[in-house]
């Protein structure tokens, strides 16, 4: 149970109340505060209890494979031919997360009420997104809520393999970076000064130009390491920041899409990702229109976006999907072609399948191909870095060399 401070109004009296009240959420805080005659009319979660619920936010988070374990266990009961709401129930028990068995439990709640299940998890759109409502409001119209959480299910699985693929490739050139940055500020603070010191009493004795370099450098970051932390902590949140704003995430968006050579990984992901929602969704018989304004959002591309959203508006003005996305250079050459294949056969539906199966394997040949890209790109960087070190130390010992033989 939570806390929360709260400011409500007696109806008898008229007068404000400040008092606090144990809920499992708002919504619930709600309910007791109105049990107990008041008019609430603010609840705020009190402050030692949102930081112990920001503690437990990540244990309580709810992943993908959780909600790809409730859509078919889900499946699986309405199958079996059991009631929505018993089912729910049945899938709440089974469920470990608490965070996951309270959204469960006001589902159940709204279902009994009166809403529709479709209705009730768009009140949790952080867990369930405009592909996951749709798609069950398709099931729920046609009859068919099993089959649609089932491929609900399939979709969430494709998805998050794409993503893990994509982030596996993206890992290990930052993990080589940020060993090549540890190693060379090792070699900076622990190995150049030494070099410094053999130099002094010496008359006479110049050290190269790139040995001073380096070693101005070194005396930068001995001293003044705070304010290296402070500039990567406050570039780190202001970029964090900007990239989460419009026009932050528009620049981010279409550096991914463009930028050699993480480009050609992206386009792939966004087009597998693409035509597998698309799939999902004509599969459950949601109108063309509505699939491009889901996936829209689902791709999660602003520039894509922007590319759909033209189509659409061609779509409307009697134009087909295929000949709206062609020429587009926000989409590969090769969705526009299976896309119109669909049209003129009537196999839509199979034809974004194939699309997406081709670009899922596709996306493992990129990702080699970008490994064998990456690999000797990194080495050239860090066999110049180890170059300058090597010779900012060496040259300076050749120095005393010279000297002492005369």
Known sequence: MLTYSFTARDPKSGNKINSTVQASDEHDAVKHIKEQGYLPLEITLTKDEGAKNGLTNLANRISTKDKVIFSRQLSTLINAGLPLVQSLRAVQEQTSKKSFKQILANTISDVEGGSSFSDALAKHPKEFNAVYVNLVAAGETSGTLDGALERLANQ??????????????????????????????????????????????????????????????????????????????????????????????????????????????????????????????????????????????????????????????????????????????????????????????????????????????????????????????????MGIAALVIVAAVLLPIYGLVGKFQV
């Open 156 to 381: 969430q699985e494709k998805d998050a393999e794409i993503v893990s693929k994509v982030r596996g490739a993206l890992i290990y050139p930052l993990i080589v970076v940020l060993v090549m940055i540890a190693v060379v500020i090792f070699m900076l603070t622990a190995v150049l000064p030494r070099v410094q010191e053999l130099y002094k009493g010496l008359p006479g004795a110049h050290l190269p130009f790139i040995t001073v370099i380096l070693l101005d450098l070194s005396n930068f970051i001995t001293h003044f390491w705070w304010v290296c932390l402070l500039i990567l902590a406050g570039g780190g949140y202001y970029f964090s920041r900007w990239s989460k704003t419009g026009p932050g995430r528009e620049t981010m968006d279409r550096l991914k899409i463009r930028a050699w050579p993480f480009n050609n990984l992206f386009m792939k992901m966004y087009m597998a990702r693409f035509t597998r929602t698309s799939q999902t969704l004509v599969a459950s018989g949601v109108p063309l229109l509505q699939i491009m304004d889901i996936v829209g959002k689902a791709v999660d591309n602003t520039q894509i976006a922007h590319s759909l959203n033209t189509a659409a508006d061609k779509v409307k003005g009697g134009k087909a999907l295929s000949e709206s996305l062609t020429g587009d250079t926000n989409f590969l050459s090769l969705v526009p072609q299976m896309i119109k294949i669909g049209e003129q056969s009537g196999s839509m539906e199979a034809m974004l399948g194939r699309t997406a199966d081709y670009y899922e394997k596709e996306l493992d040949n990129e990702i080699k191909t970008i490994s064998s890209l990456i690999e000797p790109l990194l080495m050239v960087v």
